[in-house]
C-alpha cells in the first residue's frame, strides 16, 4: 500500500508575508510516490517562474520574501517524497506481516520538521516475535513519537539554553517560519536532561591535552521558588472574569490577594540555592619570545555544573582528571583555584589529595581591605596604602607574617566590636596560608586567581538562571544547566546523536514508540555523593 502525503503549510507569524496553513486540493486522495515528485519537479518550475518574473520588475527584499516561501513549500514537498519513497521501498522488502484488523488503512500522521508540519500516512503491522504493534516506517526511520523531528526540538532546546523558553519560541520562528511552544521546548529540555549524565560519564578525554591540568571552582545562588509559592502555583485556578483593560489587571490582582506582607529582617527575596560550576583545563610547556620557559594555554577547557551538593562537582572534575590521565599516581601536576569555600576545601583535600590548592588573590586581597578597615578610616589614604602594601607582600609569599603584623595591631585596637571583626578575618586568611605561596606560583607561571571560572559563573549561570522574576525549581534547572554547558563545550551535535541513540535503545527494551518529551525531571544527580573514600 502506497504512502500517502499531505502538506500542511507552517504558520508564519508576519502579516501578509506569512506562509498560510491551507491544504492542498490534491492531497484529498491518495498519491503515489511519482505523483509527489511530479508536484516537486512542478515546484522547482515556480521557483525558476518566480526568478525570471522577478528579474527587474521588483525590488530585492520582496523577492527575496516570496522565495522563502516557496523553497520551504519545495522542501516540504521533498520530505513528502521521501516518506512516501521510504514506505514503498520498506513495503517492497516485505519487513512485516500482514497489517491486523486495525491497521487494514494506513494512519496518518503530522510531523514537525524543520520546514513546517507534513502529514503523512504509515502502515501499522504485529511484530512476530512480540505479537506487539508497530510503524514499521517511524521505526526504519528513527522517528520520535512525539511529532516532532529530533532536528528542529534540539534546536529549539539550544537556543532556550541561552535565552527564555518564550524568547527561544520566537527566535525560532523569525529564522524557520514556525516553531513548537514554549511548553513543548521546556519539555523537550527535560527529556534531554535526562542524558547528560550519561554523557558526561562516558565523554572521551580530549586529544592533544598539555602537561599541566587547571581546575577552577566556583558556585553561584539562583532564585529559586520556595515552597510557598509552589503551593500557589499547583492550586486550582478558578475562572474569573478578566479586567477591564492591561492597567487594572495588577490593581484587581491586589484587591484579590491582599496587600503582601512586609518581610522580616533577614529574610531573602531570592531564596537562593547554589550552582556549582567547574572550569576545567590544561597547559603545555612551552618558552616564551625571551626563552623563559612558559605554560601556553588554555587548551581544551570543558565546562560542568550542577545544584546537586559540591562534592558531587568535585567528583565529576576527579573523574574528568582520571580520564586526562592525571590520575591520583600519575605524579602530573594538578592546580586548583577556588575563592576558600571551606565545603570544598574538604571535598578538594579528600578527592584531590595530591593537588596544589591556591587562594584567589581577589579573594584574599577582599579580605585586606575588610581587615584594613578595622585599623584605618574607609576611604583613607592610609587604608590604601596598607592593602597594597600588605598586597605585595602576599605575593612574596608572606602571608604568615602579614597574618602576624595585623595580630599585633589587632591587639591595639580600642574598639572591641572591631577586635572582634577583624579577629574573624584574620583566622580565615591563617588557615589558608599554605593556599597563598604565590610567588612560587608565579615563578612556575601557574594560575593565582579564578578570572576564567569567575567568568563563567557569570556567563553560563547568572546571564540564564539569575534575571528578574526568575524562580526557579532545582530539578527543573539542573538539566537546562547542564545542557547549556554541553552547548558550551561544543558537543550539542554529538550529545543529540547520543541522546537519540540512548532514547531507541530505551524504546527497545520498553516495546514502546520513543518519546523525547517530559513533564517531570530527573532527581538531582548523586555522582561521587555515596562513597567518602
Same mark, same amino acid.
Given at each position: 500500500?502506497p ?25 484529498k ?17 515556480? !521557483? ?44 517492497e522488502?516485505?519487513? +512485516? ?30 511484530r ?13 526511520? %528513527? ?30 520562528k ?11 521546548? %521546556? ?6 536532561? #535526562? ?31 520556595t ?6 502555583? #499547583?492550586?486550582?485556578?478558578? /475562572?474569573?472574569?478578566?479586567a ?16 503582601k ?61 582520571d ?5 591520583? /599516581? ?8 577556588t575563592?576558600?569555600? %571551606? ?25 585586606? +581591605?575588610?581587615?584594613?578597615?578595622? !585599623? ?31 595580630d599585633?595591631?589587632c ?26 605561596n ?7 607561571? !601557574? ?6 571560572? %569567575?567568568?563563567?559563573?557569570r ?14 525549581? #532545582? ?6 544547566l ?6 558550551? /563545550? ?25 518519546? !523525547? ?14 562513597s567518602?573514600?
Open positions: 500500500m504512502a500517502v502525503s499531505e502538506t500542511i503549510e507552517a504558520p508564519q507569524p508576519r502579516g501578509k508575508d506569512a506562509i498560510g496553513t491551507e491544504q492542498d486540493e490534491w492531497l486522495e491518495a498519491p503515489s510516490s511519482l505523483e509527489v515528485r511530479e508536484r516537486v519537479e512542478a515546484q522547482f518550475k515556480v !521557483l525558476l517562474e518566480l526568478v525570471h518574473r522577478s528579474a527587474g520588475s521588483e525590488r530585492y527584499e520582496g523577492f527575496e520574501r516570496e522565495l522563502i516561501v516557496e523553497v520551504w513549500r519545495l522542501a516540504r514537498l521533498l520530505i513528502n517524497l521521501f516518506l512516501c519513497l521510504s514506505q514503498e521501498r520498506l513495503q522488502q516485505g519487513d +512485516w506481516l500482514q497489517p491486523g484488523e486495525k491497521g487494514k488503512k494506513p494512519r496518518s500522521r503530522l510531523l514537525g520538521t524543520y520546514f513546517g508540519k507534513v502529514r503523512y500516512w504509515r502502515s501499522y503491522a504485529h512476530p516475535r512480540d505479537a506487539s504493534g508497530r510503524y514499521p516506517l517511524d521505526e526504519r526511520l %528513527e522517528l520520535l513519537a512525539d511529532g516532532f523531528s529530533l532536528g528542529l526540538l534540539g534546536r529549539g532546546v539550544e537556543l532556550a539554553t541561552k535565552m527564555s523558553y518564550a524568547s527561544a519560541e520566537e527566535m525560532l523569525s529564522f524557520v517560519g514556525w516553531s513548537p511552544s514554549a511548553d513543548t521546548l %521546556e519539555k523537550a529540555t527535560l527529556g534531554l536532561g #535526562r542524558y547528560t549524565g550519561g554523557w558526561f560519564e562516558q565523554l572521551s578525554a580530549p586529544a592533544d591535552d598539555g602537561e599541566v591540568l587547571l581546575i577552577q571552582v566556583d558556585s553561584k545562588a539562583t532564585p529559586t521558588a515552597e510557598a509559592e509552589l503551593q500557589k502555583r #499547583r492550586k486550582a485556578r478558578r /475562572n474569573k472574569s478578566p477591564p483593560s492591561p492597567r487594572h489587571r495588577g490593581r484587581d490582582k491586589r484587591a484579590e490577594s491582599g496587600p506582607q512586609r518581610r522580616k529582617k533577614g529574610d531573602k527575596a531570592k531564596n537562593g540555592r547554589m550552582a556549582t560550576l567547574v572550569v576545567m583545563y590544561t597547559l603545555r610547556k612551552g618558552r616564551g619570545p625571551d626563552g623563559k620557559p612558559l605554560l601556553l594555554g588554555p587548551i581544551n577547557r570543558r565546562l560542568y555544573a550542577s545544584y546537586a551538593p559540591k562534592r558531587h562537582a568535585v567528583a565529576v572534575a576527579r573523574r574528568e582528571a580520564k586526562r590521565g592525571f590520575g591520583r /599516581n600519575s605524579n602530573k601536576t594538578i592546580q586548583i583555584v575563592d576558600g569555600d %571551606e565545603e570544598l576545601e574538604r571535598c578538594i583535600s579528600n578527592l584531590f589529595p595530591h593537588a596544589r590548592h591556591t587562594l584567589d588573590i581577589v579573594h584574599a586581597t577582599e579580605y585586606l +581591605w575588610k581587615a584594613g578597615a578595622c !585599623l584605618y578610616p574607609e576611604g583613607s589614604e592610609k587604608l590604601q596604602h596598607w592593602v597594597q602594601t600588605q598586597k605585595q607582600r602576599l605575593l612574596r609569599s608572606e602571608a604568615a607574617e602579614v597574618v602576624i603584623d595585623a599585633e595591631a591587639r591595639r585596637l580600642k574598639s572591641s566590636s572591631k577586635r572582634l571583626r577583624l579577629t574573624k578575618l584574620l583566622d580565615y586568611l591563617a588557615k589558608r596560608v599554605d593556599m597563598m604565590y610567588s612560587e606560583l608565579r615563578a612556575e607561571d !601557574l594560575e593565582i586567581a579564578s578570572g576564567i571560572v %569567575e567568568g563563567a559563573v556567563y553560563v549561570i547568572s546571564q540564564r538562571f539569575d534575571e528578574g522574576g526568575m524562580r526557579w525549581i #532545582r530539578q527543573r534547572a539542573e538539566a537546562l547542564q545542557l547549556r554547558c554541553i552547548e558550551l /563545550n561544543g558537543h550539542w551535535q554529538d550529545f543529540l546523536s547520543f541522546a537519540h541513540a540512548r532514547l531507541l535503545t530505551q524504546s527497545l527494551a520498553s516495546k514502546r514508540p520513543p518519546r !523525547l518529551l517530559r513533564s517531570k525531571p530527573q532527581p538531582l544527580p548523586k555522582y561521587g555523593l555515596k567518602r573514600n
